[in-house]
């Protein structure tokens, strides 16, 4: 991978979860049964129709709270309070991802389908708050999610971005469908590899994908 390929990038956008710490950690294994529990109380429905709609609105909307906005008109902010009370110590400080992340060139910020506090609190298990020059959630993005156009466009023009010379990270391939559109360079984390043409780059380790990177 040369890295002449980065050369232009002046901000680094990343994904928060299963991108900035790895996916065998299964942190989302607790927010899916808190969303599950939520939308049982919620709508009055079984444990199992909860989760076959958790699963069905994050298919057909991004998010399943997108889904559940569209869907149920409910407020987000009890639900992603909710759904984000959960047990951070299953995290722990990557010191080598923090110098790698720490000697990129120009601006670093963190865009996820999360919110703010959330993100802080996994940021802040993994070693990397204060890193960042921007975080960015999905209340940034008006509740609309990624993959919409919609959002990263809002998120990018608060952020004033310019995306011809901006990298996005991000494990779930369809989030990297408009980055690709709007000029981005795309990079795919994940432990096994989606070819398609609006992804430029994969990895199944960010660390060692950032080495390359930032090593002399």
Known sequence: MPKNQFSHVTTWVFDLDN???PPHIRLFDQIEARMTDWVSRKLGVSSDQADHLRATYWSLYGTTLAGLMAEHDI?????????????????????????????????????????????????????????FDAVYGVEHADFRPKPERAAFETVFALDSLDPSTAAMFEDDARNLIV?????MRTIHIAPEAAPAPHIHHHSDDLTSFLARLTTP
């Open 179 to 183: 980055p690709h559109a709007l000029g």
């Open 75 to 131: 407020e987000p902010y009890d639900f992603l309070a909710h759904v984000h009370d959960i047990d951070f110590s299953v995290l722990s400080p990557d010191t080598a991802l923090v110098r790698h992340i720490a000697a990129l060139p120009g601006r670093r910020i963190v865009y996820t389908n999360a919110d703010t506090p959330y993100a802080h609190r996994v940021l802040t298990a993994r070693g990397l708050n204060g890193l």
């Open 19 to 21: 991108t900035l710490y």
